[in-house]
């Protein structure tokens, strides 16, 4: 099934956004003509096997409103990561505001900050060079529909050994038109060079109203750079968030992320990692919440492609109402990938009857030297843990709080990053004060 809305609003972008180098153009209509020949994915596709998406087809999207002011922004960050010292960019609907941003963020030394639509007109050649084709257009619909939009977003180089001290904040808002479902499309290029090293943070937000934004990331690290990439997805409970990440990751090379998800009706995030070069590291932690109206959905492809790589991911969530959660998680070890270490685990905490949680841990092994393991586990909270902490004097509502407190802040530990920590942790109160 095509969504007509989305193939007319990505035209209406091409036609206003027109592409000089004709490699990129060629690709934009290449990611048109996959999205219109396949529609959105089905129940039938076994990625997409818990996620329903076809009412999308029935939606009405217009493009997102080249808009926002001082106030969306003051709105957005009470919901973002507040980590002070960062260096904050602010994109809305997609578009990056340097009369909002902080005007450092674009001026450190090493580090280049760039508009997609700037980047691509100083060169297209590396703009092309970026854009992972790890998650092919023709199995991966919505990562189609963004290349076949390609136009707005951002480009963030690190040269060759700088070792950036400051992080940079990633505030990612979403403003709705009143009445009408908009459409945002951005793309992200993350590039670290050989030994470099950054932190970036991401905090999508957004004001009350109909939205879908369909982002992807492509994210290359050169040999021995480190990334450590923290994410919050806090955005209004009538947005939907499709999320696309290709990463990778060269020889000695680290990349340490973890992502917290705690607003949006529809929160998916696809991740593709190829551990390319002897050494490479990737961990994908992570924490959610989902209530009623709510559903969060990871899936996850780590692809060892190399030997003496080591690869981590633990996921845990919590499901009230008639919240839902999926995780599907696959390592792959290729015969050439010995002496690797994969470990995946996901862990989900059901706090009403009509919550749901769906988990598929997968591994494919070919190599014969390795130590690899997946787990899945879900239950209810601890009915002896509740008594001991009910007999010595907590009421109901506070006891049940600090036990679900504890099992998120047991995953955000992984967090090596004090103050990313306290920033991730804060969130977290704040979702459970806001459910009590």
Not at 4 to 13: D, G, R
Not at 363 to 373: E, G, H, M, N, R
Not at 402 to 420: K, N, S, Y
């Amino acid at each position: 099934m095509t969504a007509l809305s989305l193939v007319t609003v990505t035209e209406a972008a091409q036609a206003a956004t027109p592409l000089t180098d004709a490699a990129l153009t060629a690709l934009r209509n290449e990611g048109l003509t996959a999205f219109t020949a396949h529609g959105l994915p089905t129940r039938t596709h076994e990625r997409w096997k818990y996620t329903r998406v076809s009412p999308l087809a029935e939606v009405s999207f217009i493009a997102a409103p080249a808009t926002g002011d001082a106030d969306v922004v003051r709105t957005a960050e009470g919901q973002a990561l507040d980590v002070p010292g960062a260096l904050r960019l602010v994109l809305v609907n997609g578009r990056l505001r340097t009369d909002l941003s902080d005007a450092a963020a674009l001026t450190q030394a090493g580090i280049s900050v760039q508009t997609l639509s700037d980047a691509i007109a100083a060169d297209a050649a590396a703009v092309r060079s970026g854009l992972g084709q790890a998650l092919a257009l023709a199995d991966n619909p919505f990562v189609a529909l963004n290349t076949a939009a390609l136009s707005d977003g951002l480009v963030i180089r690190v040269a060759a050994t700088t070792q950036a001290s400051t992080p940079l904040h990633l505030l990612w808002i979403t403003a709705p038109t009143a009445g009408a479902a908009v459409l945002v499309q951005p793309r992200l290029l993350v590039e670290i060079g050989r030994g470099a090293a950054l932190t970036l943070i991401e905090s999508q937000t957004g004001r009350d109203g109909d939205s879908l934004t369909n982002r992807v990331s492509d994210i290359t690290l050169a040999d021995d750079a480190r990334l450590t990439h923290i994410s919050l997805h806090n955005d209004s409970r009538q947005a939907r968030l499709l999320t696309a990440l290709q990463a990778r990751i060269q020889r000695g090379a680290v990349y340490d992320g973890f992502a917290l998800t705690l607003g949006g009706a529809l929160v998916r995030a696809d991740l593709r990692v190829e551990l390319l070069g002897p050494g490479a590291e990737a961990r994908l932690n992570g924490a959610y919440a989902a209530g009623t109206g709510q559903h969060v959905d990871t899936t996850s492809f780590i692809d060892h492609a190399a030997p003496h790589c080591t690869s981590a991911q633990t996921l845990k969530g919590v499901l009230d109402g008639t919240g839902r959660g999926v995780f599907q998680g696959r390592v792959n070890v290729r015969r050439v990938a010995q002496k690797t270490d994969g470990h995946q685990l996901h862990k989900a905490l059901l706090l009403s009857r009509g919550a749901e949680v769906d988990t598929k841990p997968e591994l494919t092994i070919f190599a014969d030297d390795v130590k690899c393991s997946h787990g899945a586990a879900t239950g209810e909270l601890d009915e002896d843990a509740l008594f001991y902490l009910r007999a010595r004097g907590l009421d109901a509502d506070t006891a049940r709080s600090l036990l679900i407190e504890g099992f998120l802040d047991d995953v955000v530990e992984l967090v090596a990053d004090e103050p990313l920590r306290d920033a991730l942790t804060a969130k977290i109160h704040q979702w459970l004060e806001s459910r009590s």
